[in-house]
């Protein structure tokens, strides 16, 4: 699991960097609806951009630590707020388990002409 770990932090290195690998993930992810499930692609990416969008509020919250510097405290700074959020890397995670659970979901239901 390390070296899945590395992957995502060596993608999310760059804002653009994670951008571009997002779209290539979620185009692929797409593609695939379209194909195999007969959705639209518009049907497609708006169910994805659901899932997606889901599974962020899920994944946000883990793995953070609040900040236990005084000096790095800034007046009116919330004293839950994460130290280091990891807000790319938590990206690239939301795109690739929102991608497993699109195509695992999208079989379960009728959605065809979506």
């Keep these: ?19 571009a690998t997002m779209v290539v993930i ?3 992810v797409a593609a ?3 194909v195999l499930f007969k959705l639209t692609v518009f049907g497609a990416f708006a169910l ?8 962020l509020f899920v994944i946000l919250p883990l793995r953070n630590q609040v900040e236990t510097d ?5 007046p009116g700074q919330d004293p839950g707020a994460p130290a280091a959020p990891r ?6 995670w939301t795109t690739l388990l929102a991608s ?4 695992v979901v999208i079989p ?7």
């Design 48 to 55: 994805y951009f659901v899932v997606w969008w889901t599974l």
């Design 70 to 74: 005084p000096s790095r405290i800034v």
């Design 26 to 28: 979620v185009s692929a």
């Design 87 to 92: 807000l790319l890397e938590k990206a690239i």
């Design 1 to 19: 699991m390390s070296g899945v770990n590395a992957l995502v932090r060596t993608v999310s290195a760059t804002v653009w960097r994670t951008l």
């Design 100 to 103: 497993l659970v699109f195509l």
């Design 32 to 34: 695939l609806a379209v």
């Design 108 to 114: 379960i239901f009728e959605l065809s002409g979506l």
